[in-house]
């Protein structure tokens, strides 16, 4: 006996036209194989239809966010890596290429006389600005306490706008802590 369409039938979630219904029910009447199917998948459903959704462990949305936030984090932090490595890989090929572009081209000497003469040039200025300040403090004696107060005071406020700077950075690229989204 052929049961191909009759299995077919019991495991199908369409609904049957009226003939093929009612052949089979005259066909589970007969065939005890098929009866024993059809039994089977109505106990099957009668557990899914009675059965209670099941809840996950408790807790398990906070762990979840706490894991994301460190992925994220983590994430965030390898990509951070990733663009410095390749801006410091970037400016290290670049710096190559224009070497070995120029290596012919340098004259080591040349290079060597105008770096002592630009020193030379700045230590001719600090000696200049020395002499003034000697000059001035020869002419105005007064002046000279009054300078270096005003410097202290603009180096001390020049300190604690540094000092805020750095501390709001710390702020803004601290990781967000556990819990906090």
Known sequence: ????????????????ENQQEESLRTHLK????????????DQVNEIFLNSSTPEP???FTQRWFERLSIAREQHKI????????????AATI?????TIINLNTINWAYQLSQFIASFSLFAGKINQIWRLVQRISNVFPLIVPIMIILGLGMFSLISVLFITWISSLIRIYKPVEKGAY
């Open 1 to 16: 006996m052929s049961h191909q369409p009759f299995e077919d039938w019991l495991f199908s979630d369409g609904q049957l």
């Open 30 to 41: 007969q065939c005890e194989q098929c009866q024993t199917i059809s039994n089977a998948l």
């Open 57 to 59: 462990a408790q807790g």
């Open 78 to 89: 390898k990509r951070t890596w990733m663009i410095i490595l390749d801006l410091f890989s």
């Open 94 to 98: 670049i710096t190559i290429a224009i």
